[in-house]
């Protein structure tokens, strides 16, 4: 570590170094880590917390879980693969960033993240801000009502929900309806202008999935089994994900 000194125990139970060789490619081993750093060099997180993916793969492979399970950095990754595509051993450092995160006392978690999944759990719209079926259709409804009567050329303009046998069954950031719901406008817009057929549904909309940061399985699992059978329920082919 270049500005903290961590003591490593000889003997110290480690859970992570394991997971760390399940993830090295068949027959390897850590020293196939070549420390070249190629996978810090691209990486987004690089710096945060003075931390790299390259020291937090070593942390795991030295054993330093209580570190591991201590250090912000866990969650400043946003998991987007770019350290695997760079690896010239292709260690998947993400997987173990995962394996990591599944493993902090919930308490602990990021208090945004932790509680955003626990709120999406709560109704059927899966929204992470808990908004429910009846103030969804009525944000959607309102914003288009006023475009229509005030915005030139889309005085027809579609906000259809629940339509059977849409093609496509778009879903929504929960943040626009409660915060900016303008924000919608220019996607409706744009689906009007190119005659999509297009539809959200009252159940299963929100775009995103906080359990699925936290690592929390069993909700990311419920909250996908829900936007999948809403999909499903109205019979549309292609599910548009803005995320
Ligand atoms: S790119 Fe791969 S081999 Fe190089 S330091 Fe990172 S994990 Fe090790
Ligand atoms: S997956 Fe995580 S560690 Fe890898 S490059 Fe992206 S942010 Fe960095």
New binding site residues.
């Given amino acids: 570590m270049s500005s903290h000194v961590i003591d490593v125990e000889p003997g110290r139970k480690s859970t992570f170094k394991d997971q760390v060789m399940a993830l090295l490619p068949e027959g390897g081993n850590l020293n196939m880590c070549l420390t070249c750093g190629l996978?810090s060099s691209?990486?987004?997180?690089?710096g945060l917390e003075d931390m790299d993916?390259r020291k937090f793969l070593r942390m795991a492979a030295l054993g330093l879980d209580d570190e591991l399970l201590s250090t912000p950095w866990a969650w400043m990754?946003?998991?987007?693969?770019?350290?695997?595509h760079a690896c010239p051993m292709k260690i998947d450092?993400?997987g173990l960033?995962a394996n990591v995160r599944r493993h902090w006392p919930k308490e602990n978690q990021p208090k945004g993240i932790r509680e955003s999944c626990e709120m999406a759990l709560k109704h059927d719209t899966c929204s992470a801000m808990g908004t429910n079926e009846e103030d969804w259709r009525f944000v959607v409804e309102d914003v288009l009502e006023e475009i229509r009567e005030t915005q030139e050329g889309f005085e027809k303009l579609q906000a259809p929900m629940d339509k059977k046998d849409a093609h496509f069954f778009l879903n929504q950031n929960s943040r626009e309806p409660v915060t900016e719901p303008d924000e919608m406008v220019p996607l409706w817009k744009i689906l009007h202008l190119v005659g999509a057929d297009w539809t959200y549904g009252s159940k299963g909309w929100a775009a995103e999935n906080y359990c699925l940061f936290c690592q929390d399985f069993e909700g990311w699992e419920k909250i996908t089994q829900v936007k999948a059978k809403a999909v499903d329920d109205l019979g549309c082919k292609v599910w548009l994900n803005t995320e």
């Fill in positions: 996978c691209g990486c987004p997180a690089t993916p990754c946003s998991m987007c693969q770019r350290c695997i450092i993400p960033v």
